[in-house]
């Protein structure tokens, strides 16, 4: 998806790219999310340790706390 974001990433035909972005906004409408990939990662898995979590809430997680290697705390 990474790739698919970067300009020119939807192919170099202007209507085919318009037509791939389509198919993929009926799959996903925020395939083309407009914060970084970073964040969006962090989130994913903020969001799975939530949904482990009775209430869905987590402690304060801080800076420098990690997880598979990202710094969820950021």
């Known amino acids: 998806m990474a790739n698919l ?6 192919g170099k ?5 318009a037509v ?3 198919q993929l906004a009926a799959i996903d409408p925020n395939w083309n999310c407009p ?3 970073d964040w969006q990662r962090h989130y994913c ?3 799975h340790l939530a949904a482990d979590e009775p209430d869905g809430h987590l402690l304060d997680i ?3 706390v990690t997880f598979d290697g ?5």
Do not use: N, S, V
């Not at 974001?5 to 939807?10: D, E, I, Q, V």
């Not at 990202?70 to 950021?74: A, K, M, T």
């Open 62 to 64: 801080a800076p420098g």
């Open 5 to 10: 974001r970067r300009k020119g990433g939807l």
């Open 45 to 47: 898995i903020l969001a």
């Open 20 to 22: 791939r972005a389509e």
């Open 13 to 17: 035909a202007p209507e085919r790219a």
């Open 35 to 37: 914060w970084p990939l």
């Open 70 to 74: 990202d710094d969820i705390g950021r």
